[in-house]
């Protein structure tokens, strides 16, 4: 698994091990990490499983227990920092190591599943498309540096194209309303090479002019 740390790939190989993660696959910047399509450094490791349409909506809880229980049988302190339903996020701490892990239950992958290994991760467009419906809502430094990844490697185009396939209601207004946010980061708030931060913001703002909408709305 490229790029994640020893401790990552030591939890995220005992999370796919168990039954009942079944349905679950490794996404957010842990899964670009995994793919070796970003290298930046991420301390959490994200589990996604997909809400089918006419059923119960899913539950994280199971697998959460079953994480829980053998990464303490191993040595792990674990604490539950949120616990719901549809979204679990546990803290371990080992000798001096963390990792913070959530497990969510989100909308179904619109394309075929990859591996890192044996670790099932969302595709890489599933990625830049729910990369950017998370700037709609935070837009912090390294969802700018991963879409500006995605986007050079797919093209902006099919990337918007993506993520109105799983939010219908995504406008470009929007994006381009959440790219303005981008001036208010300091340089050290983006994780990419020092050389490339200058690229990163042109990028955007370019980007935000063919959207054509003021940066002023």
């Given at each position: 698994?490229?790029?994640l740390t020893g401790i990552q790939r030591e939890v995220a190989l005992l999370l796919f091990s168990l039954p009942e993660s079944q349905d679950f696959a490794l996404a957010g910047g842990s899964a670009l990490?995994?793919?070796g399509v970003i290298d930046r450094?991420?301390?959490d490791?994200?589990?996604f499983a997909a809400a089918q349409?006419?059923?119960h909506v899913g539950d994280v809880g199971p697998l959460a227990a079953a994480l829980r229980a053998e990464m303490e049988r191993i040595g792990w302190n674990i604490e539950a920092a949120r616990q719901h339903q549809t979204f679990t996020r546990l803290i371990g701490q080992k000798d001096r190591e963390s990792i913070e892990i959530d497990l969510a239950i989100d909308s179904p992958p619109a394309f075929p599943l990859e591996r890192a290994g044996t670790i099932p991760c969302l595709a890489p467009q599933d990625l830049a498309a729910r990369k950017v419906l998370?700037?709609?809502d935070r837009?912090?430094?390294r969802d700018f540096t991963d879409l500006w990844t995605l986007s050079r490697q797919h093209g902006k185009a099919d990337v918007i194209s993506w993520a109105r396939q799983l939010d219908t209601g995504v406008d470009e207004e929007q994006i381009a309303r959440a790219f303005v946010r981008l001036e208010r980061l300091h340089d050290d708030e983006l994780?990419?090479?020092e050389a490339d931060r200058l690229s990163v913001r042109q990028w955007f703002q370019r980007w935000r002019s063919e959207l054509d909408v003021s940066p002023t709305h």
């Open positions: 698994m490229n790029g990490v995994a793919l450094p991420t301390r490791l994200d589990a349409a006419g059923e998370a700037m709609l837009s912090e430094g994780p990419c090479d």
